[in-house]
C-alpha cells in the first residue's frame, strides 16, 4: 500500500483544496489545554484510503487500527505500547 501512495503530493493537493493557503497557520495554532492536538492532514489522508480499499466505517476503521499493527503502520499512529 505505501509504494502506491505519494502521500506528500496528495497532502499538498487536499490541503490547498480544504484549507487554502493558510493550513500551515491552522495546525500551528493548536496550544496545549485546547484539547487534542491536531492529528495531521497525513495521517487523516491514510485512514481515508484504508476506509476506501477495505469498506469500512469510522468506528470500523478505528477498531482496525487498534487491532492491526500493520494498519497503525500505514497510518502512522502509535499507540505507545
Known amino acids: 500500500m505505501r509504494c502506491e501512495i ?3 503530493r496528495w497532502v499538498a493537493v487536499a490541503a490547498g483544496r ?4 493558510g493550513y500551515a497557520e491552522q495546525v500551528h495554532r493548536w496550544r496545549e489545554g485546547n484539547g487534542r492536538p491536531p492529528i495531521g492532514l497525513e495521517h487523516m489522508l491514510r485512514m481515508y484510503f484504508l476506509q476506501h ?3 469500512l466505517a469510522d468506528e470500523a476503521c478505528e477498531e482496525s487500527l487498534l487491532d492491526s499493527t500493520t494498519l497503525r503502520r500505514f497510518v502512522g499512529i502509535d499507540l505507545g505500547g
Open 18 to 21: 480544504y484549507f487554502g493557503e
Open 6 to 8: 505519494a502521500a506528500d
Open 53 to 55: 480499499w477495505f469498506n
